[in-house]
C-alpha cells in the first residue's frame, strides 16, 4: 500500500472512474454516441469498480472471465492469459516461449477450468445481453502487466461490439500504448511511472468474494432492468 494510496477502496475508485467515463461518452460524434453502452468486469476484483460506471449510465453489468496462465513451480509469474470462452494469448517474452509444450498445455489447461468455474459461479447474476453492436466498457480495479485485460477485450472484440473501451483506476504509464491498441479507448485515472502492484494504490484492498462479486451484478441488473 502506497503511504498516499489514490483511493479508499475499490467502490471511491469506481465512483470517480465513472464521472470520467460518463464524460467521455459526452465526447461522442452522434454515430457512435447513439450506441448503448455495456459495462464489463474482471472479476472479481472489477465488479466493485464496475458496478458505479454501469449504475451511473444506467447500463447492464456482465463479466468476462479470464485468468492468468502460470507456470506450475512460480503462480505469480504469468505465461499467458485465456477467458472462459477459450480465447488464449502467450506472452512474447524470449524465456517464456521456450518452455516445454506439455508444460504450456497442462498450464492452460488448468486456467482454463478455473475461468470456466467461476463463469458458472456467476452466471445466475448475469445479465443475458449481448456487446453485439455497444461499446462494451471493460472495467478492472487496476491493469498491472495487462494481459487478463488483453485477452478479455479480444474475447468482447469476437462478441462484434460497435468499440471496446478499457477503464482501470490505475495503469502503469508504459503500459497506455498497449491499452490503445487494446480498445477504441484508454480510460484510466492515474499512471504512475513506479507501478509495483495495484493494491498499493488502494488504502483497502481486501480480496472480493463471490457473494460480494454476485451482489454487484444482482444489484445493477435489476436496477437496469
Known amino acids: 500500500m502506497s503511504p498516499c494510496p489514490l483511493f479508499r477502496n475499490r467502490d471511491d475508485a469506481g465512483e470517480k472512474l465513472a464521472e470520467r467515463v460518463l464524460s467521455e461518452f459526452g465526447k461522442l460524434d452522434d454515430a457512435l454516441g447513439s450506441a448503448k453502452p455495456v459495462v464489463y468486469a474482471l472479476p472479481r476484483g472489477g465488479l466493485p469498480v464496475a458496478a458505479p460506471v454501469a449504475r451511473l449510465l444506467g447500463c447492464p453489468l456482465d463479466v468476462v472471465v479470464a485468468k492468468k496462465i502460470a507456470r506450475p513451480e512460480n503462480p505469480e509469474l504469468a505465461i499467458g492469459a485465456c477467458t472462459a470462452d477459450g480465447h488464449v494469448l502467450w506472452s512474447q517474452h524470449p524465456s517464456l516461449c521456450r518452455l516445454n509444450p506439455k508444460v504450456r498445455e497442462a498450464a492452460l489447461r488448468h486456467a482454463l477450468e478455473k475461468a470456466r468455474d467461476q463463469l458458472a ?40 461490439p460497435r468499440a471496446v473501451w478499457v477503464a482501470a483506476p490505475v495503469a502503469p504509464l508504459d503500459l497506455l500504448p498497449s491499452l490503445r491498441q487494446w480498445g477504441e479507448r484508454a480510460i484510466v485515472l492515474a499512471t504512475p511511472e513506479r507501478f509495483l502492484s495495484v493494491s498499493r494504490f488502494y488504502a483497502d484492498f481486501p480480496q472480493v468474494e463471490m457473494e460480494e462479486a454476485l451482489a454487484c451484478l444482482q444489484e445493477q441488473n435489476a436496477l437496469a432492468g
Request: proline content about 8%; glycine content about 10%; hydrophobic content about 50%.
Open 121 to 160: 459461479q456467476l452466471a445466475p447474476a448475469r445479465p443475458g445481453v449481448s456487446p453485439q453492436g455497444a461499446i462494451a466498457i471493460l472495467v478492472d480495479d487496476g491493469i498491472a502487466t495487462g494481459m487478463t485485460v488483453a485477452v478479455a477485450a479480444e474475447a468482447l472484440r469476437a462478441q462484434q
